[in-house]
Every structure is written in C-alpha cells, then in structure tokens.
C-alpha cells in the first residue's frame, strides 16, 4: 500500500465520526433546535459503544450501545429544552458536562483493554483494483453507513412531505404549529435521531478508529460537528465534503509531525481547531448579506399556547 | 399524560429563590441513587462529599481556594449570559492569562526585581485574557460568526499553547525535564493571608469583583443596558443601546476576569506554570453562574458550594475510593436541575390528560 493510499484511508476514517454526528445534528437544526451536548453524546456512546464490544465481542452490539448511549442523553435534552422550554445553548452545556463525567465512570473499568476493530469489508474483485479499489470498496461498515445516511437525509429533507414539515417547523414553528403539526413532537424525534448518530459517531472512534477507549478520546469532534453544520450551511451534500475537509486536515497535521519540520508538534495539534475557526468566519463573512441559511426558528424556545 | 406550561402572569420571587435550593435537593437525592447503584453507603458518601469538608480549617480554607477562580470567572460569565452572549471558552481565557502573568514571572525569575512584579503580573494576566476573549467577540461582531464555537475552540488552542511553552521555551532547566517553568520568586507570588495556610489575597480580589458586579448590574446604566440587551434586544434597539459595543464589552470583561483568575491561580496556590493549572474551573463556573442566578451574590453562594463539591469528590476518592469522575457527574446533574427548576420561575406546569388536546390542535 503506497503512501497516498494509506493517507487517504486514514482521512476516510479519521472524517467518519465527524461525518455521522455532524449528520444528526444537521437534521436536529433543521427542525429549530440547538442541541450543543454533541460532544457529551459522543463520548457516551465512546464509552457505551466500547462496553458493550468488549462484553460481547461483537461491533454490531458494541454499535447499537452507542446509539442507545446518545439517545437516552439526547431524550433528557428533549425533555429539558421541548418539555420544560428551558435555554438550549445552557442545557446542551449541561449535556456535554454530564457525557464527559458519565462517560468516565463507564468507561474506567475498560481503560487499558482491547478489542478487536471492526472488520473492512473488502467487496470481491472491486476492491482488487489498484489504488482506487482499496479506498473505494474496502472500508468497514461504518463508511459506507454514513454515506448512505447522507443520501437517505437528502432524501428525506428534499422529496418527502414529512421532510418539508420537519424544514417548516424550523424555519417558522408558530406557523407550523398554527397548521395543526406537532412541533414538539417532530422536534423531539429529530432530537432523538441527532443523539443516535452522535452515539453511533462516537461508538466509531473506540470500535473501528482506535481498537481502545481512552477517557476524553473525541477531543472536541463533537464541537468540530457542530461547526461542520455551519460550514455546510444546513446542507446535506455539503457536510460530506466538509467532513472530509476536516478528516485530511487532522491526518495531515498528524503526517506532518511524524515527518519533523520543525514546527512543534503543539502547533500543528492546534491545527484542526484553529481550522474550524478560520472556516467559521470565511463561512459566516461569505453568507453576510444573504442573511444566513439557517433555519430561521434555530435555538427558539417554543411554548404552544393552549 | 402531557406536559404543559403556563407563563405566569408575574414573577415570583419565592420560587426565584427556591429554585436553586430544589435543584440542589433534587440533586442530592439522585446523587444518593449513583452511590448505591456504585455499591457505596450513600449516607457516608454524602457526608464525606458535603459535612467532612466543612469540620476541619484545613479543608475550609481549601474551598476559599477553590471558589476563588470559580466565582471570579463565573461573574464575568454572567454578564454575558446576561446580554444573551455565549462565552463558554473561559477556560481557555483562563489558561491565556495564566500564561500572559507567568511571561512576566519567568523574565524576572532569579533577578532582583521588586514589588512591582506581582501587581503588573495581574494586570498582565487580566490583558492576556480580556484579549484571548476578544477574538471570538469581534469574529462574532465583524463576521457573524458563532461566538459559542470560536470561543470553545479556542480553549483547546490555549491548552496546547501552555503545553508548548512549558515543555519549550519556558522550561526549568534545573526541572528533571518536567513539564513546568522554575518555582516564581516571593515577589511574583500572591501572598497567603494567614502564615502558613493556603488562603490567598485572590479570595480578597474576588470579594471585590463580587462587591464591584453588583454595583455595575445594580446601580449603573452599563448594567442596566446589558440586562435590557439580553431581555428585549428589540427595545434595546430602540432604545439606541448598541448590542455589538455589549458584545466585545462583555467579552472583554469576563475575559479579564478569567484571565485574572488564571494568574492568581498559577501564581498563588500552584506557584509555577505547569500543564493541567485548572480542574475545568472555566467550564464549572458556567454551572456556578447559572446555580447563583446570574446574581453577584448568588454566585458568590453557588462558587463555594461547587468547591466544597471538588474538595468533596478528592476526599471521597481517597477515603471510598470512589471515582473523581463522579464529581463531573454531580455537576452535569446539578446544572441540569437547575435550569429545570428555572423553568417554574417562568412557568406553572400542569399535567394534563392527553384527550384534551384536540381541543386546541390547531388554534
């Protein structure tokens, strides 16, 4: 395997968990609301996703532990932000607070130990073809989920009815709500589907990324999600792109260091993040007087009046 | 079964007041299930986190210690929150001005610098984090670019920056190697106020800033202004108040403060600058601004609750071994029955039967 090869499978998978949790959250803000407990819920579904691999030894079980892991914190999100209108941006600190010292709790036990990662799946003869074939066709499930559930959301959000009502509620929920749709309802289950794919995105990083679980091991992905989001401006086609972005840049950063430039390792680290930075603004300028693809509801308390 | 919420008509002070004190208990009751679940005795748990720390002087001065940081960053984070901003990169301010005073400390270390060392390091660590605290601000106000991103990102951009110092630049090089930058010299440390405890003038320079919040949210127009920004942005506008000059102001002035919680910190209780200064003070002083009500006092309150918990939760692992992660724990669920119990200060909740409903589905 040359060189190019092995940098490019390590930015598909280095761009995945971004991928899948940036994916939720895209859905969540389309339906109006700001979950910012990302990062809480990947690193729960870290933790979950690694405890339920190592107890069974199956990926499959280790990855629906993650999902459950993400939903069950994004449903305590619901019930505070939909149920009781309380602040989003405070409640979703809230989440993030309590996954990373939840999932420390879990996962304490599992610190140290091994499992084996998820399987590439190598398709017979495609993934035999030089160069592309490897890249293309042997990656482990996880990849190719994601790009399927990127396909799926752009299909939801753009051809169905209940994506059209799942934009409206997001763009004007007393309007959607004066149509006789369940806002709370809607929002409720694309928050739930948001803390699925967190979990899932975070259940990647110990189950195919690292074959272990490290307290504090998504470093910040969940808020880089959250940036993707921007960056894509709500836009499912968008993320992909942006998430591979993304996935180069960390690999990159980390080939660079290995090669020794001379440019301490700290600064390079800081890369990723300085990165997401520098794109807000570009992104937030560019969008100026357009006034903003988001959703217009975005992070608006809603109380149905009675 | 549905939940519903009625705004109240008016606001009521009692459960103003209340609210924090049921999150509290809420909290304490689910905190009694986590240690049985853990196969600990709640009973002694509970008291080892919340009555050992309060009989011993020792361990009383240690939670002066620990509030200090945590009441001076969350002041400043509460007049964001006030105006409707969202710093949540306090650590990261905190960090900068732990850095920007140490510059000062490291330059003068081993010369025969005088007494001006400490205050100008002040001063510098309060620069270094109003400035670091700036850049989201003014990304925010130039470009409109997500404040509560920028600023989180940079905390990480900050941690690595110290860790880069420490271990480059700056290291001790009679320090075995590890990671930290020489001990600073008497005149660059905040002196303890009784002889041979840990209490520091920080905690003195933190009653100021709680004495000096209230007089600015409760007697000033500033004050008055940032209330009004945050409450009713549209009559802020009419009232001619310009909602970007609150933005880098409030910015910059929780900056300062985290900044200046930082250099206390590395030049009080730590006396050098290391990798790992704070236990998250800048992400907790979130839940200690919004336990104290976003009120001066309230967080004074609210901070030594939250460092009676870290004192706690280090006794707790010592003495019952239980996990320090638990302490995260408690202070995720405590903020989480916090904002729940704002809500009652909004609204009235009613359980109603789901059949009523149709009624009014569509309005």
Avoid at chain 2, 43 to 58: G, N
Avoid at chain 2, 115 to 139: E, Q
Avoid at chain 2, 330 to 338: D, E, P, S
């Amino acid at each position: 395997m040359g060189l190019a090869e092995a940098i490019i499978l390590a930015v598909v998978t280095a761009s995945t968990p971004l991928l899948l949790a940036a994916a939720g959250e895209l859905v969540v803000e389309r339906a109006g609301v700001l979950n910012l407990g990302v990062e809480g819920m990947m690193i729960m579904g870290a933790a979950c996703g690694f405890a339920g691999a190592y107890l069974t030894g199956s990926t499959l079980i280790g990855a629906l532990c993650g999902i459950a892991a993400g939903m069950a914190l994004s449903a305590i999100f619901a019930l505070l932000t939909l149920g009781l209108a309380v602040n989003q941006v405070a409640t979703g600190l809230a989440l993030t607070i309590l996954g990373i010292g939840l999932s420390g709790l879990i996962g304490a036990g599992f610190v140290g130990e091994k499992i084996v990662p998820a399987p590439q799946l190598h398709l017979p003869l495609l993934s035999n073809l030089p160069f592309a074939g490897r890249i293309l066709f042997a990656q482990d499930a996880f990849v190719y989920l994601s790009l399927a559930l990127i396909a799926a959301m752009w299909w939801f959000i753009y051809r169905t009815r209940w994506g059209l009502v799942l934009r409206a509620v997001g763009d004007n929920h007393a309007s959607a709500h004066a149509l006789g749709y369940p806002v709370l309802t809607i929002r409720t289950c694309a928050v739930l589907f948001g803390g699925a794919c967190a979990g899932l995105g975070g259940a990647y990083l110990p189950l195919a990324y690292t074959p272990f679980f490290i307290p504090g091991m998504t470093a910040g992905r969940g808020w880089i999600a959250l940036a993707l989001v921007v960056f894509a401006s709500w836009l499912p086609g968008r993320l992909v792109w942006g998430a591979y972005l993304f996935g180069a840049v960390s690999i990159l950063q980390l080939h660079a260091q290995g090669a020794g430039l001379g440019i301490p390792s700290q600064l390079m680290s800081a890369l990723p993040y300085l990165a997401t930075i520098m794109v807000l603004v570009v992104i937030s300028r560019a969008r100026g007087s357009a006034r903003s693809a988001a959703p217009a509801s975005l992070g608006m308390v809603f109380v149905p009046d009675r | 079964m549905r939940l519903v919420l009625e705004r109240r008509a008016e606001r009521s002070t009692t459960i103003a007041i209340a609210s924090p004190l049921i999150a509290i208990a809420l909290t304490l009751v689910t905190m009694t299930l986590l240690f049985a679940l853990l196969g600990k005795s709640p009973v002694a748990a509970l008291w080892v986190y919340f009555i050992d720390p309060l009989t011993d002087a020792y361990s009383l001065q240690e939670i002066a210690v620990k509030a200090t940081p945590l009441v001076m960053i969350a002041l400043g984070l509460s007049l964001c929150y006030l105006a409707n901003v969202w710093n949540i990169g306090a650590e990261g301010q905190f960090l900068i001005g732990a850095v920007a005073g140490s510059w000062l400390a490291v330059r003068t270390n081993g010369t025969d610098a005088g007494h001006w060392v400490l205050p100008a390091m002040l001063v510098l660590g309060a620069l270094g984090g109003a400035l670091y605290a700036l850049i989201p601000a003014i990304c925010k106000v130039r470009f409109g670019a997500s404040e509560i991103l920028t600023s989180l990102m940079l905390v990480y951009v900050a941690d690595l920056f110290l860790d880069y110092l420490v271990r480059g630049p700056w290291r001790d090089p009679k320090g075995y190697n590890f990671p930290t930058t020489a001990e600073f010299d008497p005149v660059a440390t905040v002196p303890v106020l009784i002889e041979g405890g840990r209490l520091h003038l920080g905690a003195i320079i933190a009653l100021a800033v709680v004495a000096a919040a209230s007089v600015l949210l409760g007697r000033t127009i500033k004050g008055f202004e940032i209330r009004v920004v945050g409450a009713a942005p549209r009559a802020a506008r009419f009232g001619g108040f310009n909602a970007n000059q609150l933005i880098l102001l409030t910015f910059a002035v929780s900056g300062a403060l985290a900044g200046l919680a930082g250099i206390i910190e590395v030049a009080g209780p730590i006396g050098h600058l290391q990798p790992g200064i704070s236990p998250g003070y800048g992400f907790t002083a979130i839940i200690v601004a919004f336990l104290g009500r976003l009120h001066p006092l309230g967080i004074l309150i609210a901070g030594l609750f939250l460092a009676l918990t870290f004192i706690g939760g280090e006794q707790a692992q010592i003495s019952m071994r239980i996990p320090l992660d638990l302490t995260k724990v408690f202070q995720g669920i405590l903020l989480f029955y916090v904002l729940a119990c704002d809500s009652l200060v909004l609204y009235r909740i009613r359980l109603m039967p789901t059949h009523h409903r149709a009624g009014y589905g569509t309005g």
